[in-house]
């Protein structure tokens, strides 16, 4: 049984910092790429970053470029999202997703296999 759980998520301030963590479980976790998504109310979901098995490529979505860093811990099936500066327009549910790793990653929400719950994010003005 898989499970993906995300965790760190809060109320922050425009301007500051949050770390999320998604522990994975049931996956050979260093075969999988693992992603970050999230989902404003009334939009859809929307690709933020991606990180390849390795750790040692990174893809992000335009309006994180800079801001937000991807980095995975192979030993502890954990992958990270440092989140800085931090606008209110960041404000949403953040999920994290994994699939096997069989090319670059994807920024398509259809690509990934299996995610987590979610976990809410809000920043205020």
């Known amino acids: 049984q898989v499970q993906l759980v995300e965790s760190g998520g809060g109320l922050v301030q425009s301007g500051g910092s949050l770390r999320l963590s998604c522990a994975a479980s049931g996956i050979t976790f260093s075969s999988y790429v693992m992603a970050w998504f999230r989902q404003a109310p009334g939009k859809e979901r929307a690709f933020v970053a991606a990180i390849r098995r390795s750790g040692g490529s990174t893809v992000y979505g335009d309006s994180v470029r800079g801001r937000f860093t991807i980095f995975r811990d192979n030993a502890k099936n954990t992958v990270y999202l440092q989140m800085n500066s931090l606008k209110p327009e960041d404000t949403a549910v953040y999920y994290c997703?994994?699939?096997?790793?069989?090319?670059?990653?994807?920024?398509?929400?259809?690509?990934?296999?299996?995610w987590g719950q979610g976990t809410q994010v809000t920043v205020s003005s």
């Open positions: 997703a994994a699939n096997y790793e069989l090319g670059a990653p994807s920024s398509s929400v259809s690509w990934y296999r299996y």
